[in-house]
């Protein structure tokens, strides 16, 4: 039964759904979303947005209600990812983040501050699968993942009521069927000790 | 590079808090609780507790905010886990749930139904781990499980404000220590297509 415990340490647990949307299959990105609920990570508890799209003149935007998280966040996942979205010097905006919908046929994540409300819905699912890889599998992948995907086949992001251009877009992870929307659930980083 | 994606069928996300208390270390078990935060099942998102516990004279009691998804989750999950959960004739009594702490210090999730109003707070928090397992490799069950397990030290339910008797104790899994009161986040249960 000993080996039913992974061997590394965990550095955060909680969701990372996004949404990338593009003109066409294999199009230029017109907005990139990686959206995170943080339940448990060095920087403690707590939820960020980074956003880079049309809706933002191309522009990367920080929404959180934890400067900590979102710093760390920066530092050590989405320096894996996107590194447009570790720029330090790029300013958190102090947001609420809320949830609602049923996972089966929608669901929607609102960002508000006092000045913008983001909203990130998607719809039209197909089945989900769980992600595993162990730390260092990939190269610049130092860390591992597990991580449940509900990919959609349809996502919009509106920011004050436009809405970002572009579609999403379907996409491979080994031999599913994913897409470039993907609600991100039960998803746990680990590294090695 | 090696396939990421686990062949088999997501039943459920979300997690599954729980605390088991005793008086003494080889003793009986006087508190049995079980948390469910769902955020995908085939009957959509939604909470239930299940509890057997002295402040309930040992009787069963179902606490729940979706009863369609408390009856799924009695015939596919609890029916493996503990039998005595999984009775279809007990009522689910409609209730809301809530919950308030910071994951690294303290946590507690609260249920209030009309007449009753209950807390589990976990404490002296411990290191995480990821717990994985293909179907059919835990004893006696047919399901496999990822989960984030948050192993504490001390925990507490209370009833309508009276405390239950006992307290958590070290166990096992495998060589891994962790306790009889766990935070169990970010957790998926699969199983065989």
């Given at each position: 039964m000993a080996d039913m415990v992974d061997p590394n340490e965990v550095r955060m647990t909680g969701e990372n759904s996004f949404i990338r949307l593009a003109g066409e299959q294999g199009g230029t990105e017109t907005t990139r979303a990686s959206h995170w609920r943080i339940l448990y990570s060095p920087g403690g508890q707590g939820h960020a947005l980074f956003l880079q799209s049309d809706v933002t003149d191309g522009d990367v935007r920080i929404y959180s209600d934890n400067i900590a998280v979102a710093r760390w966040l920066q530092d050590e996942m989405e320096s894996m990812f996107f590194p447009a979205f570790t720029d330090q010097t790029i300013p958190v905006a102090e947001a609420e983040f809320t949830a609602s919908g049923?996972?089966?046929?929608?669901?929607?994540?609102?960002?508000?501050?006092?000045?913008?409300?983001?909203?990130?819905?998607?719809?039209?699912?197909?089945e989900p699968f769980v992600i595993q890889s162990a730390p260092n599998a990939r190269p610049g992948r130092p860390l591992g993942i597990y991580s449940t995907f509900v990919p959609a086949r349809k996502a919009q992001l509106t920011l004050n009521g436009e809405a970002a251009t572009g579609t999403a877009q379907s996409d491979k992870l080994g031999d599913a069927v994913s897409s470039t929307c993907c609600l991100a659930w039960s998803e746990s980083w680990m590294k090695e000790r | 590079m090696?396939?990421?994606?686990?062949?088999?069928?997501?039943?459920?996300?979300?997690?599954?808090?729980?605390?088991?208390?005793?008086?003494?270390?080889?003793?009986?078990?006087?508190?049995?609780?079980?948390?469910?935060?769902?955020?995908?099942?085939?009957?959509?998102?939604?909470?239930?507790?299940?509890?057997?516990?002295?402040?309930?004279?040992?009787?069963?009691r179902i606490y729940s905010d979706n009863i369609a998804m408390t009856r799924w989750l009695q015939a596919t999950i609890e029916s493996v886990l503990y039998p005595a959960f999984a009775d279809e004739t007990i009522p689910v009594i409609d209730s809301e749930f809530g919950k308030v702490g910071d994951g690294i210090n303290h946590w507690t999730e609260t249920v209030d139904s009309l007449e009753e109003s209950l807390q589990l707070t976990?404490?002296?928090?411990?290191?995480?781990?990821?717990?994985?397992?293909?179907?059919?490799?835990?004893?006696?069950?047919?399901?496999g499980v990822y989960s984030c397990l948050i192993p504490c030290e001390r925990a507490q339910l209370t009833l309508n404000g009276?405390?239950?008797?006992?307290?958590?104790f070290p166990e096992m899994i495998g060589s891994h220590k962790t306790s009889t009161a766990c935070l169990a986040w970010s957790e998926t249960w699969t199983h065989p297509r």
């Open positions: 049923d996972g089966i046929n929608h669901w929607t994540e609102t960002i508000e501050t006092p000045y913008e409300t983001v909203s990130m819905a998607w719809h039209d699912f197909v | 090696v396939n990421p994606v686990d062949p088999n069928k997501i039943l459920l996300t979300g997690e599954n808090s729980f605390i088991r208390l005793q008086e003494t270390e080889d003793g009986a078990e006087t508190t049995r609780a079980s948390h469910w935060r769902i955020l995908k099942s085939p009957s959509g998102p939604g909470h239930v507790l299940f509890l057997q516990s002295d402040v309930t004279d040992g009787e069963v976990w404490y002296d928090i411990g290191e995480p781990f990821i717990l994985s397992a293909a179907p059919g490799e835990m004893q006696g069950n047919p399901h009276e405390t239950a008797a006992g307290r958590p």
